[in-house]
């Protein structure tokens, strides 16, 4: 059995697929803004939920999404469907193009949506340029998250279609061309963490108009903006 939500849907309601015994798996729209308690209560065989809205409002209940011993829920990193699986201990999923490591204690996920997380702790260590080269102009937002200490040499250059890059208060260092060429990208703001931003770090972003360096940085490199 299964199920087409269609556009213009924007809530699943209190029990509306209540005790659907035949429901397998189910795709919920980035439309759909709030899931109801129970909506999917009893779902047996329910193996499988993808939220694609990152900020759906879920049901606070166990049973809302499933059942916890058999359903995966299939989300975005930092997702309220992410945070709902971790409360009720269902195994969980990210919505990925690629991932992999960067760095001994850190991890990168890109996903369907164009935001490259990267999480963990400790130093960016790219001997062999960003593992997610290939996959560079489907990248539109950079999320360095706490715990990171550095971005690295070449770390986002050439990702034409990035517009947002969000750099944590833990990173310390922007390496050489961290971020050249990133000829989307309108504003950076630079934490008051940051002592050191390399040479070339944001070169040829020839859209860039806004920079906020808060304070802490010690050394601008040349030709770094």
């Keep these: ?13 209190i029990r509306t697929f209540y005790h659907c015994a035949g429901l397998v798996s189910i795709d919920i729209p980035d439309g759909i803004a709030s899931i109801e308690s129970r909506a ?7 193996r499988d939920i993808t939220i694609s809205n990152p900020n759906c409002t879920i049901g606070d209940r166990d049973g809302t999404l499933g ?50 997380t990267i999480y963990g702790s400790g130093a960016m260590d790219l001997p062999y340029g960003p593992p997610w080269g290939e996959h560079s102009e489907a990248i539109k937002v950079v999320n360095i998250t706490s715990g990171v200490t550095s971005i690295e040499y070449n770390a986002f250059a050439d990702c034409s279609n990035l517009t947002r890059a969000t750099i944590s208060d ?16 309108t504003n950076i703001t630079i934490p008051s963490s940051i002592t050191e931003i390399g040479w070339g770090a944001f070169s040829d972003c020839t859209n860039l108009v806004s920079v906020t360096i808060e304070n802490g940085v010690t050394k601008i490199e040349g030709t770094a903006f």
């Excluded at 945070?83 to 009720?88: G, T």
Aim: net charge negative.
């Design 67 to 116: 059942v916890s011993n058999y359903t995966t829920i299939h989300g975005y990193p930092g997702s309220t469907a992410q945070s709902y699986a971790d409360k009720y201990s269902y195994d969980f999923a990210f919505l990925t193009i690629a991932s992999g490591t960067c760095g001994d204690n850190l991890t990168w996920i890109l996903d369907t949506a164009g935001t490259l």
């Design 170 to 185: 833990s990173v310390v260092r922007i390496g050489k061309y961290a971020f050249s060429c990133c000829t989307a990208l």
């Design 1 to 13: 059995m299964s199920i087409d939500i269609p556009d213009g849907v924007t809530s699943i309601e």
């Design 40 to 46: 999917f209560e009893n779902c047996t065989s329910l």
